[in-house]
Every structure is written in structure tokens, then in C-alpha cells.
């Protein structure tokens, strides 16, 4: 099963040692994806045994009108375009009033960067929702948005995140990292906040007691190298701070986008990449693909492949829907722990920060 050059992998993978950018594009240079699984698989079981976690949540994506319009984007809209819309303050609050019986733990927020929409708009929105259901934890703003929200009230990152916190915020998710590298982002997203900065606001949360998770957007415009260089970038990140959760690898997916000329990614690369970040993120806990992007089949089986979680039961989805996905709005609690125990996993029900709530 292993080559040559995997079995260098292998012998580092025993001794616990960390690999390094040559090692990480060798991995992503290799064909043997049953090799790379296989040394996935090993870290993966002896960071988190036999154990497949999973999360009972509810999205909500609040705007699509954004500023920056990036070119792997399909759900952003310019102000007065077809399809454009903002949720108000008591849509929200309706949205998470009207599964009220459902044990929900975590509402997943991100949207658009809206020029329109005042700062007090994202303070009244946390602080209803937990108005409304003051157990839930929110997991909102990306560190793209949060930047923006800084810019319009004129604060610091550090203020806005205090002020957020306050009102409600429990942690960031992991959006807007794309690719670290300045050569991609000023092809496909050059009005983003910098790689730079991105890290520098993802810290800065983290220093602050707010916890974030970590993402890459592959298979569009990036090299291998690249690939590498991001994996390596949040690994330092990570051993500055030690606030990501997990790392949630992206599938492009290019319907509707301005790079529609892109093929999608295949299963082979989406499980070579989850395989590779469990590999090369040796201190993060977790990784996470996301079944929205990959499906849930290839997300069951990349339980065996490195990862960890299954995410969660989502209930609506509007981003990747938008760029040409195909997979549900929603999983069933049922049908996510059939998929871990078809998988061989043990289901372990978790709240945002890992904390344990029940066996499935």
C-alpha cells in the first residue's frame, strides 16, 4: 500500500514528527490515494479513537448583497439585482422561533458584506436570537465580515469582536480563507481582505476567548504549492493561538460563478484533501468536510480518510445551493448517524466546542 516516498510519510506519522512543505506536496503530487488514506486514518483514530461527531444546527445566511463580488461566488448580489435580498431583524428571529422544539445547539450565520445594513443590525440580530433562546450558541461572521463590520463602525477588530461577544457571539466560522496566497486571491476575490489580514482577524478573535474554525477553497485557480502553503499557514496560526476548532476543506463548486469554465472537483481530490489536512494539521483536533459541498457519501467515507466530524444537520443551505449543489437542504439526525455507524464510527453528538452531549 505504501511506496517508497509514503513510507518516509509513514516513518514520520509513527515517530509523531511534522511534515513539512515538501512532504505536503509530495502527498498531493501522489497517486496513491489508499496510501495517503491509510496514514490519514492513523492520525486520525489516535487524536479521536473511534469517534465520528456530528452537531444538531440551523443556518442562516442573511444577506446575499456584497460589495466585494468574487469570482467563485454564485449567491452574491449587487444592491437592486434580480434575486438580491436582506433578512430583516424579525425574519431572523422567526427563522430560529420556528424551531423552537427542535434541539438545535448551534445557529451557523454568515451573508454578504451589505453596505446598507448599519452596524447596530448585526448587535439587535445576536442579541434577539438569544433573546429568543438564550442556550443556543451562535456561530456567525466570518472573519471577512467581521472586518467589514469594524470598517463601518469605525472600531478596531479587537472592539468589534468585544462588542459582538457581548451581544451574543460564541464563535466565528471558517469562511472567507479561500486560498492564503495573494497571487489567487487577486485572481478570483481582489476585493477580499488580504490572506494577511484574514489570519491577523482570526487571532485576534481567538485572543479574545473566540473560537473559530478554518477553511480552504480548492479545485478553481490554486497550484499544489499553494495548496501546501495554506495548510502550513493556519498550522502556525494554530500553534500561536491554538482557537481553530477544525479545518473544513470547500469543494469549488462553479455553476453560476464567473469561473463556470472549471470542472468540478472529483471524490479522489476531495478525499486527498481531507486525507492531506489531517495530515498536515497535526494540532488541530478536528477536521470537518463539509456534506453539503463533497455529499454525504464522500463524507461518510472520508471517516476513513482522516476526518472526524460529520457536521451537522444544517436545515438550510443557500451558498453552495446557489453555485450548482445538488445535495439536500437538510440531513436527518437519523440519517447522520446511520451514515457514521455504516462507516464503523462510533456517533458522538457534540455542541460547537466539542463538548460531548450524547452517543447516537
Request: aromatic share 8%; with cysteine.
Amino acid at each position: 500500500m505504501l511506496d517508497k516516498d509514503l513510507k518516509s510519510i509513514y516513518d514520520k506519522i509513527s515517530e509523531q514528527k511534522r511534515l513539512s512543505f515538501e512532504d505536503g506536496l509530495l502527498l498531493y503530487q501522489s497517486n496513491n490515494l489508499l496510501g495517503i488514506g491509510f496514514l490519514a486514518n492513523l492520525v486520525r483514530e489516535r487524536k479521536n479513537g473511534n469517534d465520528a461527531f456530528y452537531i444538531y444546527n440551523q443556518h442562516i445566511n442573511y444577506t446575499n448583497i456584497c460589495k466585494n463580488g468574487c469570482y467563485f461566488c454564485a449567491f452574491s448580489r449587487k444592491k437592486n439585482e434580480q434575486g438580491a435580498y436582506t433578512l430583516s431583524i424579525e425574519e431572523i428571529a422567526e427563522k430560529v422561533r420556528s424551531r423552537l422544539k427542535e434541539p438545535i445547539t448551534e445557529v451557523h450565520i454568515v451573508g454578504g458584506l451589505n453596505e446598507d445594513l448599519p452596524y447596530d443590525y448585526y448587535l439587535k440580530m445576536l442579541s434577539t436570537i438569544k433573546r429568543i433562546k438564550p442556550s443556543i450558541h451562535i456561530q456567525a461572521f466570518t472573519a471577512v465580515e467581521i472586518a467589514f463590520l469594524a470598517e463601518i463602525a469605525g472600531k478596531t477588530i479587537e472592539e468589534t469582536i468585544i462588542e459582538l461577544k457581548e451581544a451574543g457571539l460564541g464563535s466565528l466560522p471558517g469562511g472567507g480563507a479561500e486560498v492564503l496566497s495573494s497571487r489567487v486571491r487577486q485572481l478570483v476575490c481582489p476585493e477580499k481582505l488580504s490572506a494577511k489580514a484574514w489570519l491577523e482577524t482570526a487571532k485576534t478573535a481567538h485572543e479574545l476567548g473566540v473560537r473559530s474554525n478554518a477553511t480552504m477553497l480548492y479545485g478553481h485557480v490554486e497550484t499544489l504549492p499553494e495548496r501546501v502553503s495554506h495548510l502550513i499557514a493556519l498550522r502556525e496560526a494554530q500553534d500561536e493561538t491554538n482557537g481553530f476548532l477544525a479545518f473544513i476543506p470547500l469543494a469549488f463548486h462553479p455553476q453560476n460563478t464567473k469561473l463556470a469554465d472549471k470542472k468540478k472537483t472529483t471524490g479522489f481530490d476531495d478525499l486527498k484533501n481531507i486525507a492531506i489536512a489531517r495530515l498536515m494539521l497535526d494540532n488541530f483536533q478536528h477536521i470537518k468536510p463539509f456534506w453539503i459541498m463533497v455529499t454525504p457519501k464522500i463524507a461518510q467515507i472520508s471517516l476513513s480518510f482522516g476526518a472526524d466530524d460529520m457536521d451537522g444537520t444544517v436545515i438550510e443551505e443557500k451558498i453552495t445551493h446557489m453555485a450548482g449543489g445538488e445535495t439536500a437542504q437538510a440531513l436527518p439526525v437519523k440519517e447522520l448517524i446511520y451514515l457514521i455507524r455504516q462507516a464503523g464510527r462510533t456517533p458522538r453528538r457534540r455542541d460547537t466546542l466539542y463538548n460531548y452531549i450524547e452517543r447516537g
